[in-house]
């Protein structure tokens, strides 16, 4: 798993790596700019800094195996002027295994995490734990029904043959974008939003990637779900309770509530005469 986690960060270093690598930072800045609260996040990528537009005033990044492997105790990311500025790294964690409360966190931001854990059901599980109610959660993945999906599968094909290399790193099997929203589901996450990117053809070159760029915007508009990558934002939904009344207490109730002020008054002048003198007897004694 470590040497998976280091084929894609050293991808990421190619000129379709740097490509999608722009595309999800922008996707990230303009996700978690108008996510409120007080304790954000960040699991994993390193050179993503997918936290910087967002004003919560506790933010961390938590590498795991990548850290360990690499020693890793300070991040290279773009700056605002395009230089490399350092980011330390808070602590080394897990996906599978938060060191955090119970809905202690308000935003946690998963660039590619998922499809580098050791088990991915279990980090969402982990997730789930220790967001808040309404708390959100950011995910960024590869997607496999692509133009990119696509040449990976011919190159596994190529290879089982004896020839050819591999487009995108070997990280093992990539989530698909259904699959992902129906573990988010089974989860109480309700999808917030979600978009599809990069659909350029699964090129090496720079060169080649500018001359394709006019694909973006025709991929938008006639195959939108056949992007390179995914993003979805979700929410942490937790239903509420309220405490059921016995039923012939509720009934009597309503049965009170209902009867007009015109109707109890004609009630209570439609009691018999003798029962009204009698009683008229009873105060006068």
Request: hydrophobic share 45%; glycine share 6%.
């Amino acid at each position: 798993m470590s040497d998976q986690i280091i084929g894609l960060h050293h991808w990421f270093d190619s000129p379709p790596g740097r490509y999608l690598l722009a595309w999800e930072q922008a996707c990230f800045d303009e996700a978690v700019a108008d996510i409120f609260g007080y304790h954000s996040l960040q699991l994993g990528m390193p050179m993503l800094d997918a936290l910087r537009a967002n004003r919560m005033p506790h933010q961390w990044l938590a590498l795991g195996q990548e850290a360990v492997t690499r020693r890793i105790a300070f991040a290279e990311v773009d700056g605002p002027d395009t230089l490399l500025q350092r980011r330390a790294v808070d602590l080394l964690a897990e996906p599978v295994a938060l060191p955090y409360a119970e809905a202690s966190l308000d935003l946690l931001v998963l660039p590619h995490t998922l499809e580098l854990s050791i088990d991915p059901h279990a980090a969402l599980r982990e997730v789930e734990r220790v967001l808040v109610p309404e708390g959100r959660v950011v995910i960024s993945g590869l997607n496999p029904a692509s133009l990119w999906g696509l040449r990976q599968r011919r190159a596994r094909l190529y290879q089982r043959l004896g020839r050819g290399r591999l487009y995108l790193p070997d990280v093992g099997e990539f989530i698909g974008y259904r699959r992902m929203r129906d573990w988010l589901r089974l989860l109480s996450f309700e999808v917030e939003s979600a978009c599809f990117g990069c659909y350029r053809p699964a090129v090496r070159s720079t060169q080649w990637l500018d001359r394709w760029g006019f694909m973006d915007s025709l991929g938008e508009k006639w195959w939108p779900i056949f992007g390179a990558a995914y993003f979805i934002v979700a929410v942490k939904r937790v239903h509420g309770m309220r405490l059921m009344e016995p039923g012939w207490r509720t009934q009597r109730q309503r049965a009170a509530a209902t009867v007009p002020i015109a109707n109890r008054a004609r009630t209570a002048s439609a009691v018999p005469p003798a029962h009204r003198v009698h009683t008229d007897r009873k105060t006068t004694d």
